[in-house]
């Protein structure tokens, strides 16, 4: 059974830092991509970033240089590491898993990606909130 189970979520200040984990299995991790997507209220999801099975990295034009996505096959967990927060951060954050399109799919419209959002699993979701 796949299951993707995200952690690290909480409340930090402006310029603060989190660190969310995303837990598979069921699955090879390493044969597949995850994205991190997220969704504040009232607005659309949006893909954050993406790492493929070849490790290729890709993020979203708003990190710009802040967020940090990594893979550790062997625990099975991938990581996005967020500094230099910002209140427009504040969403729910996602992982997803893509066995079918292990390359990570997206459409790129200069510094903005849309990372496709047709995958195979996804995790509950974990909350950031960035507020002082």
């Known amino acids: 059974q796949v299951q993707l189970v995200e952690s690290g979520g909480g409340l930090v200040q402006p310029g603060g830092s989190l660190r969310l984990s995303c837990d598979a299995s069921?699955?090879?991790?390493?044969?597949?991509?995850i994205l991190w997507f997220r969704q504040a209220p009232g607005k659309e999801r949006e893909g954050v970033s993406c790492?493929?099975?070849?490790?290729?990295?890709y993020y979203n034009g708003f990190v710009k240089g802040r967020f940090t996505i990594s893979r550790d096959n062997a625990k099975a967990t991938v990581y996005l590491q967020m500094n230099s927060l910002k209140p427009e951060d504040t969403a729910a954050y996602y992982c997803?898993?893509?066995?079918?399109?292990?390359?990570?799919?997206?459409?790129?419209?200069?510094?903005?990606?849309?990372?496709?959002?047709?995958?195979?699993?996804w995790g509950q979701g974990t909350q950031v909130t960035v507020s002082s």
């Open positions: 790492i493929s099975n070849r490790g290729d990295i």
């Open positions: 069921g699955f090879r991790l390493e044969s597949s991509a």
């Open positions: 997803a898993a893509s066995t079918s399109q292990p390359h990570c799919a997206y459409i790129r419209y200069g510094d903005k990606y849309q990372f496709s959002d047709t995958v195979d699993s």
